[in-house]
């Protein structure tokens, strides 16, 4: 099974509106970490927003927050007033055993929704 | 500035050699990652490393090789044995193996296997 699922290979936003980004993830781990990268057609990995699943409150990093709903293991992320610049691949990723000796540290990433914004 | 350097940015290769990727880092980190990644798909661990001397095996590691002699390097090399070498591979490091600490990623080399 899939850990970490993105249903939306590709979404179209209008300049200026807001647009959500799936991601449900799947881990029997009561500590996790959850992050979104945006991947430009350069192909570097950009950081963008951070949750831990023992947040009590959505992450916010300026035009990005990220709608956590855990029981529904569900980690949206909510880009408001896109830009032409917000054009690329974002990808969902979980860190399972966020806060164990021995966790691996690597990151497990969905498929990735492309994001086309319209002018 | 402090970052990830990996090289090449493209290589070509025919079937049958081996090659090296290389990848370097000055931000002091403990753990590196190797990922590749394909067209449409998400990234996939190939290795890891916590520390130096010491590395573990990811989803997908047949084929390919690394070592970690050095903290700030962590090279890749795709042998013969890869059958389907061509992809996206990235680099990536963290302060520490657990944590809330992000990945931050190289800028990619991509591979073609002609």
């Known amino acids: 099974a899939q850990k970490i699922t993105q249903t939306q290979p590709g979404m179209f936003v209008q300049e200026k509106e807001a647009v959500t980004l799936d991601c449900t993830y799947d881990?029997?781990?009561?500590?996790?970490?959850l992050f979104w990268y945006k991947q430009p057609s350069s192909g570097e990995m950009i950081f963008l927003i951070y949750?831990?699943?023992?947040?009590?409150q959505n992450a916010t990093e300026g035009r990005y927050s990220l709608n956590f709903q855990k029981a529904r293991k569900s980690a949206n992320l909510v880009i408001s007033a896109s830009q032409l610049g917000d054009s690329a691949m974002y990808f969902c990723a979980m860190r399972e055993g966020q806060d164990e000796i021995g966790s691996q540290g690597n990151l497990i990433f969905g498929k990735g929704t492309k994001l086309s914004v319209k002018p | 500035d402090g970052g990830i350097t990996q090289s090449p940015k493209y290589l070509f290769r025919k079937e049958g050699q081996n090659v090296t990727l290389s990848c370097e880092q000055n931000?002091?980190?403990?753990?590196m990652y190797w990922y590749r990644q394909d067209p449409g798909q998400g990234l996939r661990l190939i290795y890891y490393?916590?520390?130096?001397?010491?590395?573990q095996k990811g989803d997908i590691a047949e084929g390919y090789s690394v070592s970690r002699e050095k903290k700030e390097s962590f090279p890749l090399t795709v042998t013969s044995a890869q059958k389907n070498p061509t992809a996206f591979y990235l680099c990536a490091s963290s302060m520490q193996a657990r944590g809330t600490g992000e990945l931050f990623f190289g800028e990619g080399s991509r591979l073609t296997v002609l």
């Open positions: 490393s916590q520390i130096v001397n010491d590395f």
């Open positions: 931000l002091n980190h403990d753990a």
């Open positions: 949750q831990g699943s023992y947040d009590e």
């Open positions: 881990t029997s781990d009561q500590s996790y970490g």
